[in-house]
Nanobody
Framework: QVQLVESGGGLVQAGGSLRLSCAASGSIYTMGWYRQALGKQREVVALITRGGLTTYADSVKGRFTISRDNGKNTVFLQMNSLKAEDTALYSC???????????WGQGTQVTVSS
C-alpha cells in the first residue's frame, strides 16, 4: 500500500502562482495530478513517468510544470498564471510499475480569486 501526502494548496489571486507537492511512501512509476471542480468531472492535469516523460492537459500547457524527485518519491506541480477556472480540488495520483495499482491522495484545495 502506497500513501500519498500532498501539500501546497491555498488561495491565490488570478495571475498568481502556487506549487503543489506530493510525497509517496514507496517507489512509483507514474505520478501526477488530477483536479475536480464543483459540478464537474475529474480531469487529468499533468502526469510524469519515472523517466521524465510528461503529459499535460491542453488547458494548462505553458502555465503549469510538473517535475519529480525520484530519490524522494516526490512530485511537484508549479502552477503559474493561475486563472479562476483553475479552482478545484487537486489530487495526487500514482501508479505502480506493473500498472496493477493506482493510488490517490486526499486532495488539496486550490482557489483562484478573480
Amino acid at each position: 500500500q502506497v500513501q500519498l501526502v500532498e501539500s501546497g494548496g491555498g488561495l491565490v489571486q488570478a495571475g498568481g502562482s502556487l506549487r503543489l507537492s506530493c510525497a509517496a511512501s514507496g517507489s512509483i512509476y507514474t505520478m501526477g495530478w488530477y483536479r475536480q471542480a464543483l459540478g464537474k468531472q475529474r480531469e487529468v492535469v499533468a502526469l510524469i513517468t519515472r523517466g521524465g516523460l510528461t503529459t499535460y492537459a491542453d488547458s494548462v500547457k505553458g502555465r503549469f510544470t510538473i517535475s519529480r524527485d525520484n530519490g524522494k518519491n516526490t512530485v511537484f506541480l508549479q502552477m503559474n498564471s493561475l486563472k479562476a477556472e483553475d479552482t478545484a480540488l487537486y489530487s495526487c495520483y500514482a501508479r505502480t510499475f506493473d500498472g496493477s495499482s493506482d493510488y490517490w491522495g486526499q486532495g488539496t484545495q486550490v482557489t483562484v480569486s478573480s
